[in-house]
């Protein structure tokens, strides 16, 4: 069937050719199947534990999916870094004069296992909801699933569940005689939690290995409205350490309170003087290059956001005022303290005055702003206060010469990307998620997020797209993380789209 789709943005309209086969109650079919088929993989692969921390388990993670891949009739090869390996997958279809570049994440975040509510993080469990409880289901059940029921297990959705759902369906298209007319580049990243720092001179290094057309991460979650969704950039990160300095080693607060300095309270004042009451950056300088003109602001106010509805999940009565609504926010860095440190609380609680206080810091990236600049912005302004700014611990002359000392240390993960809507790659997604779907995905500027992706698209040349599948609501990074089963099959008719989605 050939047919001919408009698609529209900033006013300007683009015709698309596009030879499909396959309608929105076709793919439907086909991915219900190819989810009740899949689910034995999907519990297998959540069952190897993944925290990058763990060479070994990584390891068998790497191991699972060259397998999984050569059953694919895919080659795979290994990318030697320092600590783990990128692993990338290669499929050639005849007559392809296009390369599709498709990134996975295998590792997970660390656990907690006495929060998870279940035997172990590691077993995925299958339960459903039963007014506010969630209770077991057997996974004998899945022969009769329902879209609500939800598989708990570390990585279920960030971001093992994609790989299942990309693996499922590169099976049923295969089962439909269907044959992508672009080849595949599969790049799988075993670090991605600990901010990749391996992947920008890896790809430095392999760039004519992992040349390709254009670039799809397979990750995230969809919109909070749960419907299909593509994110066209995302926020890059640095972080810093901070740390201030009292006494050389704790002290009793009945003899010296009043008399040594008390660092928690000077952390504490110098990082309140980085912002207003309203959550917006003091520092000169921080929000400079960013611009919100009429067209940015009609394609940010597109996108459904609930704004109360955000308010009530967060559970918060207001919000910060860096942005006059959500997706106008995240268009700017942000400065967050991500966790302070001193001395003890709780059952450990202790009368001293602390020797040290800390605070890890989190800086967001937009491609407006020098990732350097920002941190230096940073770094002047503790200076400015007064402190004398090292990159190490003071040592004891340091101490007696200097009232104030500070410890500044920082480093850049990755740079923000963001591509256009009527870019060749966000035409033919858009294209693909409307032959799926009967609607209009809900595109997304640029998420608040950081995927470590960049250095594809600012060393390669070569634009990306986010394609998110996950339920919003699955606990990522944290205790009795989930997987909606309902999103894992339509993630896996997202993927049968795109693959029978001629380029």
Not at 42 to 60: Q, T, V, W
Request: proline fraction near 6%.
């Amino acid at each position: 069937m050939f047919r001919h789709l408009y698609i529209c943005t900033l006013g300007l309209c683009f015709a698309v050719s596009s030879l499909t086969a396959q309608s929105a109650d076709e793919l439907q079919k086909w991915s219900d199947r190819a989810a009740r088929e899949s689910f034995p993989m999907l519990k297998e692969l959540l069952s190897i534990p993944n925290d990058a921390f763990y060479p070994d388990y990584i390891e068998k993670n790497v191991r699972w999916c060259e397998v999984a891949f050569a059953k694919r009739e895919f080659t795979t090869k290994r990318i030697e870094t320092p600590a783990a390996p990128l692993l990338l997958a290669e499929k050639n279809h005849p007559g392809a004069k296009q390369t599709v570049l498709i990134y996975l994440q295998l590792d997970g975040q660390p656990v907690d296992s006495t929060r998870w509510f279940q035997e172990s993080p590691y077993l995925p469990v299958l339960k459903q909801q039963v007014g506010q409880e969630w209770q077991e289901v057997s996974w004998e059940s899945l022969t009769d699933y329902k879209d609500d029921w939800r598989v708990f297990a570390r990585s279920a959705s960030d971001a093992k569940g994609p790989v299942a759902m990309f693996l499922a369906a590169l099976d049923e298209t295969k089962a439909h005689n269907i044959r992508p007319n672009y080849n595949i580049k599969v790049i799988m990243d075993f670090e991605e939690e600990l901010g990749s720092p391996n992947l920008p001179e890896a790809v430095i290094k392999n760039a004519a290995l992992l040349k390709a057309d254009m670039l799809i991460i397979f990750d995230g979650p969809r919109h909070i409205t749960n419907k299909p969704t593509l994110t066209f950039g995302a926020r890059g990160i640095a972080t810093i350490t901070l740390t201030t300095y009292g006494p050389a080693v704790p002290q009793h607060s009945g003899h010296f309170g009043n008399y040594a300095p008390n660092p928690a309270l000077r952390l504490s004042k110098l990082l309140a003087g980085m912002k207003d009451d309203d959550g917006r950056v003091l520092i000169p300088g921080f929000y400079d290059g960013v611009s919100i003109g009429e067209e940015t602001e009609a394609i940010l106010r597109a996108v459904p956001d609930n704004e109360t509805q955000i308010k009530d999940r967060l559970q918060i009565a207001d919000t910060d005022k860096v942005g006059r609504f959500y997706q106008e926010a995240i268009q700017y860095p942000s400065l967050n303290i991500r966790g302070m440190q001193s001395g003890w609380i709780d059952e450990k609680v202790r009368t001293i005055i602390p020797g040290w206080a800390r605070a890890e810091i989190d800086v967001r990236l937009v491609l407006e702003s020098n990732p350097e600049r920002l941190l230096g912005l940073i770094k002047s302004y503790v200076g400015e206060q007064g402190y004398h700014v090292i990159d190490r611990e003071p040592t004891k002359e340091e101490r007696l010469n200097h009232a104030k000392i500070a410890t500044f240390t920082s480093e850049v993960s990755y740079q923000s990307f963001r591509t256009p809507f009527d870019s060749k790659v966000g035409i033919w997604l858009t294209s693909a998620l409307q032959r799926a779907f009967n609607e209009d995905p809900i595109r997304i500027r640029m998420s608040g997020g950081s995927i470590p992706i960049s250095p594809f698209v600012n060393t390669l040349g070569v634009p990306a797209v986010t394609v998110p599948t996950v339920n919003r609501d699955n606990n990522q990074h944290s205790p009795n993380e989930n997987l909606r089963l309902g999103n894992y099959r339509e993630g896996i008719k997202t993927m049968m789209a795109i693959l029978s989605e001629k380029l």
